[in-house]
């Protein structure tokens, strides 16, 4: 399709070919940083990561994002060893080093590290974690609202792989993504165990049905830091908002429907397997919610 668009759509900035990154306590060139064929990352999809966007100097919410870092890395048994007070000053290295000020994203991103035998015991990565920042300038570039395809993947159950981990093991989001654009659209609507609308394949999923917000329970969808804070400014200022399940039925029929994530804040929904959401277009309230929430990133 030529006129796909993807939720992390940035316009092109030749800067990015002569960035700095961060790997395991030095700042090298693009070029140079590489890791290992023995990787536990690159082998077997074994690491978390956290995305964090960098405003008017600022890193949002950034302490938040590394609770969840450390958090995941507990979930699968990896020790960082860094603090989280060492891994925010790597953050700082790296920004100054680029000399960012606004319009940056990073991926922070920490595997089991080098293992000395291609195989899948963690006892076989003995040489410590591997962890590098990618910091690029970036800004969001989305020319148009998503259009959503339903998809037969699902978001699993916790005991299968927790959604709520970001962990480098993304190959059923990826699938989704696929079978999204075979389908004609820019990113999938997945399920959950239920069948009840949950969220995208890279971003969590809110429609605005007669003046209130809903979004999926939450029980088996990214724990979304920008999702919480839609949640959050919705309550301090007197939006009715649900956490709820609700089916397509209900989804088809919503006035709105809006994407959140760190890297697009809130992203309008244009179609949903083919139907026009809406008027197709950004809705009142998804523009109410965007000016809130750059209120609150500046505050």
């Known amino acids: 399709m030529t006129d796909h668009v993807t939720t992390h759509q940035a316009e092109e900035d030749a800067r990015n070919e002569e960035i700095l990154i961060w790997l395991n306590g030095r700042v090298v060139p693009k070029a140079q940083a590489l890791v290992s064929v023995y990787d536990s990352g690159f082998m077997l999809g074994d690491g978390v990561w956290e995305g964090i966007r960098l405003y008017d100097g600022r890193w949002a919410f950034l302490d938040e994002h590394i609770e969840r870092l450390f958090e995941a890395a507990k979930a699968i048994d990896l020790d960082i060893r860094l603090s989280p007070a060492e891994v925010i000053a790597a953050i700082h290295e ?90 004609g659209a820019d990113e999938a609507l997945m399920l959950d165990v239920h069948g009840f609308v949950n969220t995208t394949n890279a971003c969590n999923f809110f429609v605005v049905k007669k003046g209130a917000v809903w979004t999926s329970t939450g029980d088996y969808c990214m724990n979304g830091i920008t999702r919480q804070k839609v949640i959050d400014l919705c309550r301090a200022n007197a939006i009715p908002v649900f956490e709820r399940n609700f089916s397509l039925v209900d989804t088809y029929s919503a006035d709105e429907a809006f994407l959140t994530g760190t890297f697009g804040a809130q992203t309008p929904v244009s179609t949903i397997d083919g139907r026009t959401i809406g008027t197709g277009q950004m809705g009142p309230m998804t523009e109410r919610l965007r000016a809130l929430y750059k209120d609150l990133v500046r505050a």
């Open 94 to 183: 790296t920004q100054a080093a680029n000399a960012m000020t606004t319009d940056a994203h990073a991926r922070l991103m920490v595997t089991r590290g080098v293992k000395t035998r291609p195989f899948q015991h963690p006892s076989l990565s003995r040489q410590g974690p591997t962890m590098t920042i990618i910091m690029e300038h970036s800004k969001p570039k989305i020319p148009r609202p998503i259009r959503l395809a339903t998809v037969p993947h699902m978001r699993g159950l916790p005991m299968t792989q927790d959604p709520k981990l970001n962990s480098h093991s993304k190959l059923n989001c990826i699938l989704a993504c696929i079978a999204a654009e075979k389908a």
